[in-house]
């Protein structure tokens, strides 16, 4: 697509509920970050992918996090019995490639999550 | 811990002056920066960017300063407009080796707002 596509863009759930996050990153990007931004706060790094594989975890807050990416292009990110301090956007980026500085990184529009 | 900061929370300016909005950053390793720009309810926005070898970058209606010396950032928009009201952040990206990642550490943002 034409940039980096996240749904659903809303999602109210009720505490202790699992919620899946989707992200279609812009085509031919191999590299695809989760990141989360509380009210009012600056982004939070969660995860990156490169190709399938999480080099990096470090960001996730709780074993309650997990994110999957599969054929190198979508990518999940599953919180299950979500808190209400997983209130938050989340949000999806991708770039060209890892391994080389330089390599302007998009954003989608965000999952908005409010847990009740 | 090493960190990305901005020195001002809000920055309010009259349509048509010039803004500045700066950040201090603590990475020395750090060897590329960003600015995004954030509008209520949307994703960040890739504004401009800039590598460590160089001091300075221009774009349409905006620049972008690095001090090395300093570990300082600034992003000038020239001839404000009330359509430039948003967050702005600055982000580094240590890039690097690929075994080491690529991520973005953002400040904490500074909102702008325009007055007509």
């Known amino acids: 697509g034409a940039g980096v596509s996240q749904s659903p863009s809303n999602k109210v759930t009720e505490k202790g509920k699992d919620v899946e996050l989707r992200c279609d990153p812009i085509?031919?990007?191999?590299?695809l970050y989760w990141y989360r931004q509380s009210l009012g706060q600056g982004l939070e790094f969660l995860i990156y992918?490169?190709?399938?594989?999480?080099?990096?975890k470090s960001g996730l807050p709780s074993d309650r996090f997990s994110a999957e990416r599969t054929g190198g292009s979508v990518s999940t990110l599953t919180i299950q019995r979500t808190q209400q301090e997983d209130s938050a956007v989340y949000l999806c980026?991708?770039?060209?490639?890892?391994?080389?500085?330089?390599?302007?990184?998009?954003f989608g529009e965000g999952s908005w999550l409010t847990v009740v | 811990g090493e960190s990305v900061g901005l020195h001002l929370p809000t920055l309010s300016v009259q349509e048509g002056d010039n803004s500045i909005i700066n950040c201090a950053y603590s990475?020395?390793?750090?060897?590329?920066f960003i600015w995004y720009k954030q509008e209520s309810g949307k994703g960040p926005q890739f504004i401009i960017d800039?590598?460590?070898?160089?001091d300075k970058r221009q774009g349409q209606r905006v620049t972008v300063l690095l001090n090395k010396t300093v570990k300082h950032l600034s992003l000038q928009i020239a001839a404000t407009q009330p359509g430039d009201s948003a967050v702005y952040f600055c982000?580094?990206?240590?890039?690097?080796?690929?075994?080491?990642?690529?991520?973005?550490?953002f400040g904490e943002g500074t909102q702008l707002t325009v007055n007509p």
């Open positions: 980026a991708s770039s060209l490639a890892v391994s080389s500085s330089g390599n302007t990184i998009y």
């Open positions: 992918f490169q190709g399938n594989s999480a080099p990096d």
């Open positions: 800039i590598r460590s070898n160089m």
């Open positions: 085509s031919g990007h191999t590299a």
């Open positions: 990475n020395s390793a750090s060897d590329y």
């Open positions: 982000a580094e990206n240590r890039g690097g080796r690929e075994t080491s990642g690529s991520r973005l550490t």
